[in-house]
């Protein structure tokens, strides 16, 4: 009987959203009771219910005082491997570790506690895999200058270098976006500590031999590139000796693959980088041989980020405007917070095209803008500002 009172009081808070808060009060005070009973009686059934009905009352509610205290022994329980009851308990008390990630207003003690489980549960290797990945996701969003520190990147760098050896196709995008939210947050913590990661991925392309794989390498390695040129100049020399051979490996590695990138903000992350090797000296004379198909490359860029609803606007599609306070849920918020750091949600598109093309005029002279391909020439012309 209280299995089905349980299930019923679960699908209402799955359903009701805002109104469970009607009966949140109640619940929260008789959970600690009905958890301790079915522990007790070891009731692998019954709290697995419990945990699916916590799960669905942060879902919709949010936390509150009072059941964030239940949560935290409930996710250590389910998931430290030590205990027999994350036999059974694992998958639902993932499911509410993530939903308690999502919804908690800061890091605390707490949460910094239970990271502790989080690490080992990658060798698992099997379907929880993906929730785990969203919790440590969760956890570079709300705790970057504590798990990006020095101290503890290199914990974070080995588990990334780990997972990229298990992680399966469906959730390599997700895999490949923790990587650059790291670079992004914490670029100088990360770079130095995270090239082992890029490098293996850079080995692996040939191995692989699948473009799922290869762009999201050309994406972070131009996550580097527009954080530090020299740093990415230290990755790929990891993989030939000579600088600027590898830098012209590197862009044929671009151009060849550009095509296959379907993630738009993976695009005008490669894009940005390709404009800022071209403005820097040391990388500008490699890229030059190729600035027909660089042009192609970026012109195609500014067309598709500018043409919203079928039209060619002023606008970029993918930068941000608005108030990051007005975002309520909280990761959401911390989510909104990091892209205000990304210039691929700062920057407009058309007017950093501008700016490259302005400079390399200045530096290299107009001749070098007349010897492209004459459409080129002309749909450059035409999107300057």
Not at 6 to 12: E, K
Request: aromatic share 6%; proline share 3%; glycine share 2%.
């Amino acid at each position: 009987q209280r299995l089905l009172i349980i299930d019923a009081l679960t699908n209402m808070g799955n359903q009701l959203n805002e109104e469970a808060h009607k009966f949140k009060g109640a619940l929260v005070q008789y959970i600690p009771q009905l958890w301790e009973e079915a522990t007790e009686q070891n009731n692998n059934l019954l709290t697995a219910r419990i945990v699916d009905m916590m799960n669905a009352l942060v879902t919709s509610t949010g936390l509150s005082e009072g059941l964030e205290e239940i949560i935290v022994p409930v996710v250590k329980l389910g998931c430290d491997q030590s205990n027999e009851a994350s036999v059974y308990l694992l998958e639902n008390t993932l499911d509410l570790w993530l939903s308690y990630m999502e919804n908690a207003g800061e890091c605390t003690n707490d949460i910094q506690d239970l990271f502790s489980l989080l690490l080992p549960l990658f060798d698992l290797g099997d379907e929880s895999l993906l929730v785990c990945m969203r919790i440590f996701n969760s956890y570079i969003l709300i705790a970057p200058n504590e798990l990006l520190s020095e101290q503890s990147v290199t914990v974070v760098a080995n588990a990334l270098e780990k997972l990229l050896d298990v992680v399966p196709r469906r959730a390599f995008q997700l895999f490949s976006n923790m990587v650059d939210l790291c670079i992004l947050l914490c670029p100088q913590e990360t770079i130095p500590v995270f090239a082992p990661v890029l490098v293996s991925m850079l080995n692996a392309i040939t191995e692989k031999g699948e473009s799922y794989f290869t762009v999201a390498t050309v994406m972070l390695l131009c996550r580097v590139a527009l954080r530090s040129i020299s740093a990415l100049s230290s990755v790929l020399s990891h993989v030939q000796e000579d600088p600027l051979a590898a830098l012209d490996d590197f862009i044929d590695l671009i151009l060849e693959q550009f095509d296959n990138v379907t993630v738009k903000k993976w695009k005008k992350v490669i894009a940005l980088a390709v404009l800022t090797l071209l403005e820097s000296e040391d990388t500008r004379d490699v890229l030059m041989n190729r600035l027909n198909a660089l042009m192609s490359l970026e012109i195609g860029t500014v067309i598709n980020l500018h043409t919203i609803a079928r039209e060619f606007k002023e606008e970029d599609s993918l930068v941000l405007s608005g108030d990051p306070d007005n975002v309520n849920d909280s990761e959401a918020h911390r989510v909104y917070l990091a892209c205000m750091t990304d210039p691929v949600f700062t920057v407009i598109m058309r007017e950093q095209f501008t700016t490259t093309v302005n400079f390399l005029r200045e530096q290299c002279g107009d001749e070098v803008f007349q010897a492209l391909d004459e459409a080129i020439a002309q749909q450059i012309q035409d999107l300057l500002l």
